[in-house]
């Protein structure tokens, strides 16, 4: 497994220049493929030099595309985040959170390249949007017991932990595979190729398994987005599900959906015109008793309660297992004070806890 800092490196000198710019000057317009895996959390992926992972579909992918090592669920629970990915707007916007769906007026990244004359498929007849959710299947997995703990896994479930690493570390190849089968069914020449996540996992993270808690286990996703004719690189932007469609929308110079809340971020990687997003927010279990939102601003993290009362300050510089705490540090203070203030700021924009 290539390290981290040599994997970004190499992407940094990678130049990713297909023939697809002569195309898209000759007026044809890209097709898209948006890949969704369920459960596969941000720390596993090739850019982040996990070496208990075996992917090379994706570590190949991966090589020609833009990567984002700080992409974030916008909801990290699946049906939630899927709604938001396919949005471009926060659930407490569209009272998707939960398992809820989206209502059938609501517009979506499908939706928005149907009007502009995409099909939904691979259709000769002109440009497609194929949307895939993948779904891991059982499978043999890796020995367990050579697997690596991340430092913030309890000792006393460790044995559990590896146990469960395994099966998700299976899961993960399975869904490589599929993955690899549709880039070999599509021209890399004239089509965006997205993939992500709808939320990560804890898998004994902090003693806890499954999503919807704002650790970055389950906040953070894989995101790598690989766009003809723009050069391969480590993105070190904050991102979110929600600057997914309109971000999509941008790279097809396709009009804005008007209410989304995402960015997009197109002009940045196209040519690195663009207001560069200087934090990202999260949220998750609304409307029960741990409801919370996150937001992080550069390598800092708040977490607070469902009345905006701050809970939880990281450092992940410093800290990136989330073992401190410093909410009630007094020495950062004034970062907690600069972090709430930002937070604030955040939720009144996004109209957050406006019900419909």
Known sequence: MVPS???DSELKRRT???????????????????????????????????????????????KDAVVFPRAYAAYPHPAAARTAIASGRYPHTTGTFGDG???????????????????????????????????????????????????????????????????RYSGYSD???????????????????????????????????????FYEESTRVPLAIRIPGVRAAASDLLVSHVDLMPTLLGLCSESQIEGVQGRDLSGLLTSGQG???????????????????????????????????????????????????????PSVQLKRAQLLATMRAARSRLLDFRRR
């Open 5 to 7: 800092r040599q994997y």
């Open 175 to 213: 869904m490589d595979d599929q993955f690899g089968k549709i880039l070999d069914a599509i021209d890399p020449s004239n089509t965006i190729v997205a993939f992500t996540s709808d939320a990560g996992e804890q898998i004994g993270s902090h003693g806890l398994d499954g999503d919807d808690v």
């Open 275 to 329: 207001e560069r997003p200087e934090s990202v927010f999260a949220e998750g279990r609304i409307g029960q008793r741990d409801e919370w939102r996150m937001l992080a601003l550069g390598v800092d993290k708040m977490v607070v309660d469902a009345a905006g009362d701050p809970t939880h300050l990281y450092n992940l510089a410093e800290d990136p297992y989330e073992m401190r705490n410093l909410v009630q540090e």
């Open 101 to 167: 769906a989206l209502g059938k007026n609501e517009a979506t990244l499908e939706s928005a390249l149907s009007e502009a004359g995409y099909r939904s498929g691979k259709n000769a007849a002109g440009p497609f949007f194929l949307n895939v959710l993948l779904e891991s299947r059982p499978g043999s997995g890796p020995d367990a017991s050579a697997l690596h703990l991340r430092e913030n896994v309890p000792q006393e479930s460790a044995a559990r932990t590896r146990n469960a690493l395994a099966q």
């Open 16 to 62: 990713f220049l297909l023939t697809s710019i002569a195309v898209l000057a000759a007026g044809r317009k890209p097709n898209v493929v948006m890949v969704v895996a369920r459960g596969w959390r941000g720390q596993a992926t090739p850019w982040s030099g996990d070496p208990d992972l075996k992917a090379p579909h994706l570590e190949a992918f991966a």
